[in-house]
């Protein structure tokens, strides 16, 4: 059994801590579906797309949020998009093929991860965290200690076709105010929560999951959000970045190939612009016709 693509939201009642579950099955295959991907970077890119996922629902924000996890070791670069409609698209670039059972050191060596949000409103936002533990999970945590300032526990798992995230998090004193009593309760919950296995993260329903972990606690469990997965490639999209490359740089590529060809690297689809379509594209806006052939 796994878990179904989903994201659901939990409190601790009569407390300051809230919780998270993510799950990803079929998204997380759909977005690993157009790579060959190795064993060890299907299971730590899954890990990263439940922990986007995961962190978009601690943000208020309209627009996107990217993880980028970058280093000089076998892997290079892995990337995931999130938006605030909870769905995400995944990348994952390397150098030589790592052994299958190989962990977050040996793959992004000395790396680091780059948060950054960018809403629809506002001022586009960027955060450093270096990826010196050797659990992801624990490099977010980092990440929540230092940017949010608000104890966070992280717990990731992933087998390279699902992956699951479950995050606790201690919000401002609102409900309790005695801060030894707070103390308490957060080194109690997150005590009982070091228990849970990676079997469990994956394959165990949200509503079973707390009652195991917390069956002595009052919990108000939320209803659950969809999570999927999409591309937000586009011909429109690609077209605009085209009216961005130099004329003489477009006009030599369609003497040598013939069309100018642009694959995304998320999906792989390919768009193909002939000569007509970028003598349209590279038209005076008044003139341009609708649609590109």
């Known amino acids: 059994m796994t878990i179904p693509d989903t994201a659901q939201r939990f409190l601790f009642e009569n407390t300051d801590i809230r919780g998270e579950r993510v799950g990803l099955s079929s998204s997380l295959q759909a977005a690993f579906e157009p790579h060959a991907y190795p064993p060890a970077i299907r299971r730590l890119l899954g890990e990263m797309a439940a922990a986007a996922v995961l962190l978009s629902t601690t943000l208020k924000f309209q627009g996107t949020m990217s993880l980028q996890a970058r280093s000089n070791g076998p892997v290079s670069v892995l990337m995931v998009e999130c938006t605030d409609q909870r769905t995400f698209r995944a990348i994952a670039r390397w150098k030589e093929e790592p052994a299958d059972d190989a962990g977050l050191q040996t793959l992004l060596p000395d790396g680091q991860l780059v948060i950054t949000v960018d809403p629809v409103k506002g ?22 200690q230092q940017s949010e300032q608000l104890p966070t526990s992280v717990w990731l798992a992933s087998d390279g076709d699902s992956a699951s995230g479950f995050l606790l998090q201690a ?66 999209r690609t077209a605009t970045a085209l009216q961005t490359v130099d004329r003489q ?12 060809n642009m694959d995304c690297q998320f999906c792989n689809t390919r768009y193909s612009f002939s000569a007509d379509d970028v003598t349209e594209l590279l038209a005076p806006e008044s003139t341009r016709s609708r649609t590109l052939h």
């Open 249 to 260: 740089e477009l006009e030599d590529i369609l003497a040598e190939e013939g069309a100018i």
């Open 171 to 236: 919000l401002p004193a609102t409900v309790e105010k005695d801060e030894k009593v707070r103390e308490e309760r957060w080194s109690h919950l997150t005590t009982l929560a070091h228990t849970l296995t990676d079997e469990e993260l994956l394959s165990v329903e949200t509503e079973k999951l707390l009652h195991r972990l917390f069956h002595e606690e009052d919990i108000r469990l939320f209803d659950t959000e969809p999570v999927s997965y999409r591309c937000t490639c586009s011909r429109e």
């Open 123 to 144: 001022k586009r936002y960027q955060g450093i965290v270096p990826l010196e533990n050797p659990a992801l999970a624990d490099c977010f945590a980092q990440y929540f």
